[in-house]
């Protein structure tokens, strides 16, 4: 190895990768040496890197622990522990005082949790690291079940003012529950937006991933609602949120984010203007003191940018914030987290076994909240994405600054810990997107063609660790999602923690063998299995090729339409061969959504997701990736087959939708791994 190589090596920068067995690409050194400075360390010349590579021998000669140090319950003690040298005191200082024992060991095994060990050696030597205890595994499923899987603000109910809120969503829980005995619902992320006119509507580039948007609230849940003394102004401001619901619903208009957040900020103001009884008041204070500071400073944020815009040029530090302004973000959030927690609280009651599913985004907006206020946590300059692969050639760029991996090192994870207890309060599951991120991200400098960046490395034992840890205190499932490119041994480390991953039926062949259809049989049971995403097109549209037309119409077709549309076809009767000759009835489009979802459960895993448009025959897609103006991402509501939007009422009577939640239903009984299935 060179010395760039070498100093690469050493901050977990990769000079090359293996995108298949077969196949390694070396990347520029230019992006070595650009991804080296956003870690804070120059390597432009040859000398600059001999004197780092200088300075971390001499930083490993005098070091005595790493940064973090994990501890399996139930395993053996970290080797670090084991190899200081002999003589070597360590003071030991518990998450909570008294908790453990003094010296622990085989015999003593410290308590779950973040801990602090000092260690000193016969030569003077002095180190710290940060011990994280976690259970052996994450939660796993009471047992097997289905549910369903949402994109909130596409499900506007008779109540909604313009989108899908958190009222609609307690109700969609409970009619699946009650009606259809579903155990879960997964949502898409609820965490804040960037504001601005327009919105980035994606929920998967927020502003902040720790804090949820309060314009997911619904407004007449709110306590105050009924004691607000302007009847008439509130009144007319329901009336316009009613009008916004009938664009969408009847007049063919987009969700539209900003209008449907103007009129629920005015209905908020008179609300927050209603003198609160004492036990809401103090519950309020309550929230401000467990947020602190992070609390503050995020509804600091919303306040300064409100003002000043979300262009960090423009906007003042958040001394300059008015207090009335924090104050009225910090109630928001306080709303918001309430009616999260009424939502869990509602589907658990209903009888669902996990209840509600968040979603946690990879990263948040380079000018949002989080970056804001934790700028040197963040690698500024650089965003992640995804290498170039066979479906997106010229690789991924997703705009989202990574973490640092030095920087959570450094403060023993607190960011990502903070972040998982936000979320994990009102959660049953969790879902983490790209999950093959705990341990490695692809990271593009500015300025460099996404194919051109190279994977930077995270200590992905100490975050999985966090991760459990936060799950177990919570009670909660972790579902992550591996598709696409994931390095070898990635998807074993999470089963043996019990990740559970996430299965999509057209993903899933024999791409070791003759690459056919996956048997149900010899699909692997710690799994999320779904039919589509998101990101995919719904089902219907699958089995019509009706998406291949949607691409070759917007122009992102990179071959010729009649060899895509062979091809589509070839693969979708393929699949339909496979239910066949499983008995299952495919003739007719409603028949071969529900054989699809029957084959399904014919498979050993754990959880078993409905897409809701495919309930609905709705054949388009949410998102279309590789789009940005050319077509509505984000902004559609759910339809009938006909493309006529539905409300959440419609939807709950639609036959076809009742038809295949029954079946699902009946088919999601308890079913064993057979002999030869995966468990990862």
């Not at 670090?80 to 010296?103: D, N, Y």
């Not at 289905?146 to 603000?153: A, F, K, P």
Request: charged share 20%.
């Amino acid at each position: 190895m060179d010395d760039l190589a070498r100093l690469a090596a050493l901050h977990g920068v990769a000079t090359g990768y293996r995108p298949a067995e077969d196949v390694t690409v070396q990347v520029p050194p230019d992006t070595v040496t650009a991804v080296l400075g956003r870690l804070g360390v120059d390597a432009t010349t040859p000398e600059a890197v001999r004197e780092r590579l200088a300075e971390a021998g001499r930083a490993a000669a005098q070091r005595l622990l790493p940064p973090v140090l994990v501890w399996w319950a139930g395993s053996p003690p970290p080797p670090e522990l084991a190899a200081l040298p002999p003589g070597t005191r360590t003071r030991w200082e518990w998450e909570e005082a008294g908790a453990g024992p003094a010296e622990p060991g085989p015999a003593g095994a410290p308590p779950l949790g973040v801990h602090r060990v000092t260690a000193t050696a016969p030569d003077g030597r002095t180190g710290s690291a940060t011990l994280v205890v976690a259970p052996e595994q994450a939660p796993a499923p009471p047992g097997r079940t289905h549910g369903l899987l949402v994109q909130l603000y596409s499900l506007l109910s008779e109540r909604s003012w313009g989108m899908g809120d958190l009222g609609d969503l307690a109700e969609l829980a409970r009619w699946a529950a009650r009606t259809h005995g579903a155990g879960f619902i997964q949502v898409n992320p609820l965490h804040a937006a960037v504001p601005g006119t327009p919105t980035d509507p994606s929920p998967y580039r927020p502003s902040s991933r720790r804090f949820p948007d309060p314009v997911h609230l619904r407004i007449e849940d709110v306590p105050e609602y009924a004691h607000c003394p302007d009847r008439q102004r509130l009144a007319g401001l329901a009336a316009q949120g009613g009008r916004l619901r009938r664009e969408v619903l009847e007049k063919g208009a987009l969700i539209d984010r900003d209008a449907v957040w103007a009129l629920k900020r005015a209905a908020l103001e008179l609300l927050y203007a209603v003198p609160r009884d004492p036990d809401r008041a103090a519950d309020l204070a309550r929230f401000r003191a467990e947020g602190g500071p992070a609390l503050e400073r995020h509804a600091a944020w919303c306040a300064l940018a409100e003002r000043y815009g979300h262009d960090p040029a423009r906007r003042p530090d958040d001394a300059a914030a008015e207090p009335g302004a924090v104050d009225f973000h910090c109630w928001l959030l306080w709303l918001t987290a309430a009616q999260l927690a009424a939502a869990q609280r509602a589907a658990r009651e209903a009888g669902m076994s996990i209840g509600l599913v968040h979603d946690l985004a990879v990263g948040v907006h380079p000018e949002g909240a989080d970056v804001w206020a934790a700028p040197g946590d963040h690698a500024t300059g650089t965003t992640v994405g995804a290498p170039p692969d066979a479906f997106n050639a010229r690789g991924q760029d997703w705009g989202l600054p990574p973490w640092r991996p030095d920087a959570l090192a450094a403060t023993g994870f607190a960011p990502f810990r903070a972040l998982l207890r936000g979320v994990f309060r009102y959660a049953g599951a969790l879902r983490i997107d790209h999950v093959m991120g705990l341990f490695r991200l692809w990271w593009i400098p500015r300025g460099t063609p996404a194919a051109e960046g190279t994977y930077v490395r995270y200590d992905g034992e100490a975050m999985l660790a966090v991760l459990v840890l936060e799950a177990h205190r919570a009670g909660a499932l972790v579902v992550g999602e591996d598709l696409g490119t994931v390095e070898p041994g990635v998807r074993q480390a999470l089963a043996r923690r019990g990740v559970l991953g996430t299965s999509v039926l057209w993903f899933e062949r024999d791409w070791s063998g003759d690459g056919r259809p996956l048997a149900p049989g010899r699909w692997r049971s710690g799994c999320l299995a779904t039919v589509t995403t998101h990101d995919l097109p719904p089902t219907a549209a699958k089995l019509a090729g009706a998406h291949v037309q949607l691409r070759d119409r917007l122009g992102l077709l990179t071959r010729p339409p009649e060899r895509e549309r062979a091809e589509d076809a070839a693969d979708t009767a393929e699949w339909l061969e496979v239910l066949e000759g499983l008995g299952l009835e495919t003739k007719g489009e409603e028949a071969a959504v529900q054989a699809l979802y029957a084959f399904l459960l014919r498979t050993p895993a754990r959880l078993v997701g409905v897409w809701l448009p495919d309930a609905v025959g709705d054949r388009r897609p949410q998102n279309l990736p590789g789009t940005w103006d050319q077509y509505p991402n984000w902004r559609l509501p759910l339809a009938d087959a006909q493309g006529r939007p539905l409300t959440l009422e419609a939807l709950t009577a639609s036959p076809r939708a009742n038809a295949l939640l029954s079946a699902v239903r009946q088919g999601a009984g308890p079913r064993t791994a057979p002999p030869g299935a995966r468990a990862v």
